[in-house]
């Protein structure tokens, strides 16, 4: 059967966790075109006969290795090298108000006495709990925000085109978070900034599980050799008739632009162990963040990835496109974390993966003007043959991690 997108034609699923190797390595999103050349996928390493182990469970099994306490020491240096004496800003804190963002801003800020400045690209399209974990973050968690509104045009334009050209409605806030950071140390000139946690810890290749995330992601010699929504920056300049400046958030740093200021962009993954449920914990103590009064559709869980209505249907195309949905990605980095076993994981898997989101699917399509027909005949058209089989009752994957 064809793969599409180059996807590895052989499926197949880690031994530990229920990830299958078409997982796709999170890579600079102005690289991604609609052919997907480039693009690589979750390595699996063979154990014995039959079996594999994915590299998001070797760094799993890899950080149950390391001294804490002497990452701590290495954070506490970092930390006094940038510590402002006056009251200035002294580092960077990209996030929405969500459980990462709360708890990697919060903790620099009253356990290390660092002074934040957090910085906001906002979802797309609020939820009303996102919206309040966001005011509370800033309002009860005690930090100072400056939020970067986008020109309303651009991104639904962005949004409807990443749709069409790549189905992937999450593209614009991706490209915006990862790029907020950087470009607003570079603005303000503060060279330190703090993401949560490195890619690998969810399947990037293992050597990426560094203390600083790689220059490629947010640094450019040339901009106007990338693209956006799959379509390269100059004939979306002339299509749509916008200009450079329009696309400029939405674009890495040019090294013209950041001169002589030395920005680094950390991890605090790496220096304090990252498990997503302890950051939900922490993030309700200390800003009343709130989980969905509901469960996450396509998943069992309620707190993870909830501020934005696309959220919901960009994990439902991930399952179109490579036969991965929520569940599969939250069960298995609960199984990494011992949260659950693997036969629990995949019952949920089984039970809720793949589970069509129509709760606010009707906002999302009407904000970029798809009719509900025309995004069930895009989902059609990225299906991959060697994933998918027509049958009399619709559409069936041809390999799940419950039916191995």
């Not at 690289?31 to 050349?37: A, F, V, Y």
């Not at 696309?247 to 962009?265: A, F, M, R, T």
């Not at 970029?368 to 299906?383: A, E, M, P, T, Y």
Request: charged share 25%; hydrophobic share 30%; proline share 5%.
């Amino acid at each position: 059967m064809k793969a599409l997108f180059n996807l590895p034609k052989k499926v197949i699923f880690c031994s530990k966790c229920v990830i299958s190797n078409q997982r796709p390595s999170s890579i600079p999103e102005f690289l991604h075109k609609p052919s997907r050349e480039g693009a690589k996928y979750l390595k699996m390493n063979k154990i014995s006969e039959n079996k594999y182990i994915c590299d998001a469970c070797v760094v799993s099994n890899m950080k149950e290795k390391i001294n804490w306490k002497l990452r701590e020491k290495e954070l506490l240096k970092l930390l006094d090298k940038h510590r402002s004496k006056s009251g200035e800003y002294d580092c960077i804190v990209p996030g929405s108000g969500g459980k990462d963002s709360v708890y990697t801003s919060h903790i620099l800020k009253y356990r290390y006495g660092m002074n934040p400045l957090t910085v906001t690209w906002p979802p797309i399209l609020y939820t009303s709990y996102g919206q309040e974990n966001f005011n509370n973050w800033i309002e009860i968690g005690g930090l100072d925000n400056v939020t970067f509104k986008q020109n309303g045009k651009v991104i639904r334009l962005l949004t409807k085109l990443s749709i069409e050209n790549l189905l992937h409605p999450f593209q614009t806030f991706i490209l915006g978070q990862k790029n907020i950071g950087p470009r607003m140390a570079a603005k303000y000139n503060i060279p330190l900034v703090f993401y949560g946690e490195s890619e690998a810890e969810y399947g990037n290749p293992v050597h990426e599980l560094t203390s600083k995330r790689d220059t490629s992601y947010w640094l450019k010699n040339n901009i106007k050799n990338l693209y956006l929504a799959g379509v390269p920056i100059n004939k979306l300049i002339k299509r749509y008739k916008l200009t450079l400046g329009d696309l400029k958030p939405y674009l890495p740093l040019d090294k013209s632009e950041i001169g002589k200021n030395k920005i680094q962009v950390h991890y605090l993954g790496f220096y304090k162990k990252w498990i997503p449920q302890e950051s939900f914990y922490y993030a309700v103590e200390h800003s009343k963040f709130k989980a969905r009064p509901f469960r996450t559709q396509g998943t069992y869980s309620k707190y993870s990835s909830i501020d934005d209505k696309i959220d919901d249907l960009h994990y439902y195309t991930t399952f179109i496109k490579f036969g991965i949905g929520r569940a599969t990605y939250d069960a298995a980095q609960e199984v990494r974390n011992k949260h659950l076993t693997r036969d629990e994981a995949i019952k949920l898997v089984a039970r809720y993966d793949g589970e069509f989101p129509d709760k606010y699917i009707n906002d999302v399509l009407d904000y970029v003007g798809i009719k509900i027909s025309k995004f069930q005949k895009l989902c059609d058209k990225f299906r991959s043959p060697h994933l998918w089989k027509k049958t009399s009752n619709g559409w069936k994957l041809r390999h799940t991690v419950y039916e191995t």
